[in-house]
Nanobody, 121 residues
Framework: VQLQAFGGGLVQAGGSLRLSCAAC????????IGWFRQAPGKEREWVGC???????YAADSVKGRFVISRDNAKKMVYLQMNSLTPEDTAVYYC????????????????WGQGTEVTVSS
C-alpha cells in the first residue's frame, strides 16, 4: 500500500499548479483522500479532501482557489491550486483514510511522502 504525491515546484504568486497523488497496491474506491500541507516551522494542516462518494471539502484558507478531484480507475487524485500566494508555500501530502473526521490527521492511515511547493512573491 503506497501513496505518492508529485507535481510540486516553484511558481510565482498568482499562478497555478496541479498536484497529483497516485495510489499503488490498493483501490481508492472506499477511501477518502485528504491533502495536507506543512510549512517550515509549522504544524501539518488540512487543506481539503474528497470523500469516497466524491464530495469535496476545503479549508477556509484555500476555499475557492483549490479544487480536488479523483479518478478511481487511474488510482489518481488531483489538487488543482489556483491564485497561489506565498502563504501556500509548504510540503504537500496526500493521505488515504476512512474518516470519521476528514480534517483530522488521525482519520488517515496511509500517507504519501510529500511534494514541495514554493510560491514566490
Amino acid at each position: 500500500v503506497q501513496l505518492q504525491a508529485f507535481g510540486g515546484g516553484l511558481v510565482q504568486a498568482g499562478g497555478s499548479l496541479r498536484l497529483s497523488c497516485a495510489a499503488c497496491g490498493f483501490s481508492l474506491d472506499y477511501y477518502a483522500i485528504g491533502w495536507f500541507r506543512q510549512a517550515p516551522g509549522k504544524e501539518r494542516e488540512w487543506v481539503g479532501c474528497i470523500s469516497s462518494s466524491d464530495s469535496t471539502y476545503a479549508a477556509d484558507s484555500v476555499k475557492g482557489r483549490f479544487v480536488i478531484s479523483r479518478d478511481n480507475a487511474k488510482k489518481m487524485v488531483y489538487l488543482q491550486m489556483n491564485s497561489l500566494t506565498p502563504e501556500d508555500t509548504a510540503v504537500y501530502y496526500c493521505a488515504a483514510g476512512q474518516g470519521p473526521k476528514y480534517s483530522s490527521i488521525r482519520s488517515y492511515g496511509f500517507w504519501g511522502q510529500g511534494t514541495e511547493v514554493t510560491v514566490s512573491s
